[in-house]
């Protein structure tokens, strides 16, 4: 095989490789689905990290520009899908520091490694923590 075939080979496996880490970090357990509207009223399907903490379920926008996070803050009503559940919310932002640090520091806990291995590829610094209520 010529240096070019080998290359391509190489290449191949490491693509292979790299989309089998990210599906194990983002994809591979404790991943919900939040439903959202999009402004047009469409539903969007986002695969998302979650923990529950004193009675509430959080979210974190590892960024406030990530199209779910959008989709609340104009429309709060969301659904979440866990473990063949399925249930109704209201999101809530809590766009300060302190929330951002106690939902974080939980992520990373329950999530431990892959929360470690995702850091390298997102910069959760300016993440926003989402608290999901049950609607009243």
Same mark, same amino acid.
């Given at each position: ?17 790299? #989309? ?29 990290? /979650? ?9 974190? #926008?590892?960024?406030? *520009? ?14 979440? !899908? ?6 109704? /919310? ?23 490694? !892959?929360? !470690?291995?995702?850091?390298? #590829?997102? *910069? ?13």
């Amino acid at each position: 095989m010529s240096w070019l075939g080998w290359l391509v080979l190489v290449v191949l496996a490491g693509l292979v490789a790299a #989309a089998g880490l990210v599906w194990w970090v983002l994809e591979s357990s404790g991943v919900a689905v939040i439903e959202t509207r999009r402004p047009d009223g469409k539903p969007r399907h986002t695969h998302v990290w /979650f923990v529950d903490l004193d009675g509430l379920t959080w979210l974190e #926008a590892a960024t406030p *520009n990530q199209e779910w996070y959008q989709d609340v803050r104009q429309n709060s009503h969301v659904v979440l !899908r866990s473990d063949g559940r399925e249930a109704p /919310f209201v999101a809530i932002p809590y766009p300060s520091p302190q929330a951002h640090a106690y939902v974080r520091k939980s992520l990373r806990e329950k999530y431990g490694l !892959r929360d !470690r291995v995702l850091g390298w #590829a997102v *910069n959760t610094s300016k993440s926003v923590a989402v608290e999901l209520s049950p609607p009243k």
